[in-house]
């Protein structure tokens, strides 16, 4: 797997969505970064990691968390991409990521979404 796949799960995204990804990382402060990222509007943005290589997704999920706990007016649709051959596939890790996001989720009720997907087969 490569960066190159990051790019193509924002390409399928974008066009299952009708959104334009910026296609760059966006930092959150000191806390990391996303992969990928678009605005939907001055105070909601849907941000989007694809898992190639890690093996902690829960970090994904939890980076969110002091970012939009700082940003009180920002809305976040995180949208959490996992490839047949990343190491996370099926992991405790990953169970972990959902579970964090669900008490993301009650925490900042309507700030915070969430969405796993597993994409499979061959992007293009």
Known sequence: MSKADEKRVAKLLAKELDISFQDHK?????????????????KSLIF????????????NVLKVWPYIEKKKKL????IHCFLPK?????????RL??????K??????SR?????????????
């Open 26 to 42: 966006l930092n959150l402060d000191s806390w990391g970064q996303v992969d990928n990222w678009a605005k939907l509007n001055s």
């Open 48 to 59: 989007v990691e694809v898992e190639r290589e890690q093996e902690h997704p829960d970090t």
């Open 86 to 94: 990343s190491p996370s596939t099926d992991s405790s890790r990953r």
């Open 104 to 109: 993301l989720e009650k925490k900042f009720r």
């Open 112 to 124: 915070f979404l969430y969405a796993e997907v597993m994409v499979s087969g061959v992007i293009k």
């Open 97 to 102: 990521a959902g579970w964090i996001a669900i």
């Open 75 to 78: 809305g976040v649709f995180l």
